[in-house]
């Protein structure tokens, strides 16, 4: 194994593990404290979305106005 990560095409592959896949999730989930569904049913989980992704745009938005 050690081997493979000193070759060229070891090194690319073992690179793309570095990559945070989706970190506005992540933020949604430590910083909005968004961990479940309050509401039941597909209608109204996508409705509580909206307002959880609408909440994360408005932040979103506010901290590229300040800077």
């Known amino acids: 194994m050690a081997y ?3 070759t060229p095409e ?3 592959l073992y690179a793309l593990r570095k ?8 933020i949604i989930k430590s910083v ?6 309050l509401l039941r049913g597909l209608e109204n989980v996508n409705g509580e979305w909206t307002l959880v992704t609408m909440a994360w745009n408005v932040k979103r938005m506010f901290a590229l106005k300040a800077a």
């Open 10 to 12: 070891g090194k690319k």
């Open 32 to 37: 909005l404290g968004f961990r479940q569904f």
């Open 19 to 26: 990559h945070i896949p989706e970190p506005v999730f992540g």
């Open 4 to 6: 493979r990560l000193q």
